[in-house]
């Protein structure tokens, strides 16, 4: 069968089983389009920028948990996704991004909508392609899902010139499977690095599992919560790794890190042992590594070798799959007695106690924490998340105990404004029989606004939870904390309608002023299954998000709400950097 190099990418794209593609086209792809609209098998979703079909492909990813797809033109289409691509990178999720380019002959040349695409994602893909021959496409578009999803995931790009969409050949099928003689992603587990595991974790007396985003994206939830309710240590779970262990269970210490609960951290802090998993102790999580976790022994599980020992020196490293090596680690603690770890949690009971999320209310103003915690309340957390970057980020993860994994979608690593939105209308997509909630502050929302439009277009009702404090919240609190209060460019001081713009976008707009309007307007919100709706809720704009482990302190040297300042961090002598 004779087909255009078009033809064979949708179709290679229907033989992965792709449901949906989110994209914009422009000349470099319209051959590509062409194809598209001649396949009933996926769906596509046009965006309103290139930033958001990259974002709304990450949300389907990470609601799924299948690889998510976007399509974008040469040049600026590639440029504006790029933001997008290295959210994704620096999450490890899987994704496949096309892009188009201009013809073979004139590449080199400064031709119209021309970019090095490959040059310029080397650093934020797993991998990238550049297709020239047609003869080469149908094994390009395997090879790049296969190195999206397997190892540790992350986006693939392929780059495809204008001509070898338009040229033919006999397309003899998709292939079956792929051989990479340079890229082997199945690791076995070495049976010595559990054996050594084990002999640490028997004799510990203070240990702590410390969950990070690969259990979440391993699929390693049920795993991990065996493992964990095996050995009764208690567990803390990064910004992206929440959800991957109950976080109502009573083992449960919450998020660790620089807005971690007290207990959490103290806890990493005087650990005798430390199993991580799926983690790779970046610096929100370790604080000043020169005071980090003093008296542990760590035990690093993870797929990336590369990740190993990176920030933080390891004792036993353990490398492949969570879910692998886990279950080694259970299956090697059957016959095997753990020491007596009663007084380690009689102590992190007396840390509990501090209650570390406590927050004061004050009469006739909203506070922020209040609002997730009514959310929470109106959803049963039972919803699915996203939030954009700030103060909102770190108060959902703080207030909305997520149970399950795959429900609480944010920017951890590259911390993307704008990020909320399109992965909320991605996530609806990729799970529509869920209530979602998109989480974010008024200069976020702005960032990816023009979505609304798709959203109205494609129907995926969300419900838009907007803190609004008329400032970006984390900017303005570490001006408050670090700057002398110097807030240079912090304050919003020419805000929309919030309302009367998500009216003029199809959508219901509420706007809720007072405490007492809170509850009630989220669950009109709810009811509202077809439709989405703003809610601009107007928040102290005070308020800052405790406990805080400043930038140069340990874990140990935490601020709490009510208790620590400015003035008893200079106290500490902390050298901040």
Not at 3 to 30: R, T
Not at 342 to 354: F, K, P, S
Not at 358 to 380: C, D, F, M
Not at 493 to 501: E, N, S, T, Y
């Amino acid at each position: 069968m004779k087909l255009n190099g078009a033809q064979i990418l949708i179709n290679s794209l229907k033989s992965e089983g792709i449901k949906h593609i989110f994209g914009y086209p422009g000349g470099a792809v319209l051959h590509i389009y062409d194809a598209l609209n001649a396949c009933n098998e996926i769906k596509h979703i046009l965006v309103r920028h290139e930033q958001g079909a990259v974002h709304a492909a990450d949300g389907y990813a990470r609601a799924s948990g299948k690889c998510g797809v976007a399509l974008v033109t040469s040049g600026p289409g590639l440029t504006n996704a790029v933001t997008g691509i290295a959210t994704a990178y620096m999450d490890s999720i899987p994704m496949v991004i096309v892009s188009g380019q201009v013809s073979s002959a004139v590449i080199g040349n400064d031709a119209f909508q021309e970019v090095d695409a490959v040059g310029i994602t080397r650093s934020c893909v797993k991998h990238n392609f550049l297709v020239t021959d047609i003869n080469d496409l149908a094994n390009v578009v395997k090879k790049a899902f296969y190195i999206a999803t397997t190892g540790r995931p992350g986006p693939v790009l392929i780059d495809i010139t204008k001509d070898t969409t338009i040229a033919e050949t006999e397309f003899i099928g998709y292939p079956e499977s792929i051989d990479m003689r340079s890229y082997q992603p199945e690791i076995k587990i070495e049976a010595n690095k559990i054996t050594k595991a084990i002999a640490l974790i028997v004799q510990a007396k203070k240990p702590i599992i410390y969950s990070g985003g690969g259990s979440v994206i391993g699929n390693a939830d049920k795993t991990l919560s065996i493992f964990t309710r095996h050995t009764g240590f208690p567990i803390t779970q990064t910004l992206m790794g929440l959800g991957a262990y109950p976080a109502s269970d009573k083992q449960s210490l919450g998020m660790l890190g620089m807005h971690g609960t007290y207990e959490a951290n103290m806890a990493m802090h005087d650990s005798d042992c430390i199993i991580a998993v799926g983690a790779r102790f970046d610096d929100r999580i370790t604080g000043n590594l020169d005071k980090f976790c003093p008296y542990a022994k760590i035990i690093h599980i993870d797929i990336d070798p590369s990740s190993v020992g990176k920030n933080v020196s390891v004792d036993v490293s353990i490398i492949g799959q969570v879910n692998d090596a886990l279950s080694a680690l259970i299956q090697a603690l059957k016959d095997k007695q753990l020491a007596d770890i009663t007084q380690w949690w009689a102590q992190i009971e007396t840390w509990r106690g501090v209650d570390s999320l406590a927050y004061q209310t004050k009469t006739g103003v909203i506070k922020p924490q209040s609002v997730i915690e009514a959310l929470y309340e109106v959803t049963k957390g039972e919803s699915i998340v996203t939030s954009d970057v700030g103060q909102h980020q770190m108060w959902v993860a703080q207030y909305y105990p997520f149970d399950k994994p795959r429900r609480w979608i944010n920017s951890g690593g590259l911390g993307t404004m704008g990020f909320g939105l399109p992965a909320a209308m991605g996530a609806k997509l990729a799970a529509p029989e869920m209530d979602v909630a998109c989480v974010t502050g008024e200069g976020s929302i702005q960032m990816m606004l023009q979505e609304l439009s798709t959203m109205l277009q494609y129907n995926t009702p969300v419900k838009i939870i907007n803190l609004n404090n008329g400032y970006l919240g984390m900017v303005r609190q570490w001006q408050e904390f670090f700057y002398d209060k110097r807030y240079s460019m912090s304050y919003m001081d020419a805000l929309p309608d919030f309302v009367k713009l998500a009216k003029s976008y199809g959508h219901i707009g509420i706007k809720v002023e007072k405490e007492l309007d809170l509850k009630p307007a989220l669950v009109e919100a709810f009811k509202q299954k077809n439709r989405t709706v703003f809610l601009d809720i107007l928040t102290d704009s005070t308020e800052n998000v405790f406990p805080m482990i400043p930038s140069g302190a340990g874990h140990h040297e935490m601020l709490l709400a009510g208790r620590d300042n400015m003035a008893s961090i200079n106290d500490k002598g902390l050298n901040l950097v």
